[in-house]
């Protein structure tokens, strides 16, 4: 298995740019999760789906979209690029078991810089 | 609003000494509580879960001990490596949302 794969690990934008992030998974995972994580800040939750057709919004949504279509891919779009953005990104993904989520699965990240 | 805090920020011990991490949390009304370890510049990855039902869990040299009435969750790494040092994060899960600390930089010294 090759786990959760993100891409592209590095990216530099503009501000005003949209984008998308890649995730993927191959373990049959219900849930799938988008953090940023920003130097002593902890990760914060973005956004999250339980399952293909059903996202929910977490901490700090402003600027990303998600879809979730199928249950291996969920992609995190960022609409116009801020320099608040940048930030390291990272997936997860994990069972969903009813009322809440199982041991999570973290990609690689992706690194992003709006200049 | 669920805030986790996890302190020492920062922690040296010289190698063989156990280490004792602290995660602590305001709203008891969690599913479950997750320790992650994360290396520099790599993701994140899974060290122990407990159940909101459990009171601790075992992995090797790792213990992680939970009690949800205080709020808190310990992190005991026995007879502490080189290798060990990374930073290590807990999360806890509130009606599936995952809220994280910022995490123990640990350095384990020869």
């Known amino acids: 298995n090759a786990g959760v794969t993100q891409t592209p690990k590095f990216q530099v934008l503009k501000t005003g740019q949209s984008m998308t992030l890649q995730c993927a998974q191959d373990m049959n995972h219900e849930y799938m999760s988008w953090y940023r994580q920003d130097p002593g800040m902890g990760l914060r939750l973005i956004h999250y789906?339980?399952?293909?057709?059903?996202?929910d919004q977490g901490e700090v949504p402003n600027g990303y979209n998600v879809s979730r279509s199928t249950t291996e891919d969920f992609p995190l779009r960022l609409l116009s690029a801020a320099p608040s953005q940048t930030s390291v990104y990272f997936c997860a993904s994990s069972l969903y078991l009813g009322t809440g989520s199982g041991e999570q699965y973290f990609g690689p990240g992706t690194r992003l810089t709006v200049t | 609003k669920q805030e986790v805090t996890q302190i020492p920020a920062a922690l040296s011990v010289p190698e063989g000494e156990n280490l004792v991490l602290n995660c602590s949390f305001t709203d008891s009304a969690i599913y479950n509580l997750q320790w992650f370890r994360q290396d520099p510049g790599k993701g994140l990855t899974s060290l122990l879960l407990i159940q909101s039902s459990q009171r601790e869990q075992t992995s090797g040299r790792l213990n992680a001990s939970l009690d949800k009435s205080s709020g808190r969750s310990t992190l005991y790494i026995a007879a502490s490596q080189p290798g060990d040092s990374a930073t290590y994060l807990c999360?806890?899960?509130?009606?599936?949302?995952?809220?994280f600390g910022a995490g123990t930089q640990v350095v384990v010294t020869p």
């Open positions: 789906s339980v399952g293909a057709g059903i996202t």
């Open positions: 999360a806890v899960d509130s009606w599936g949302k995952l809220q």
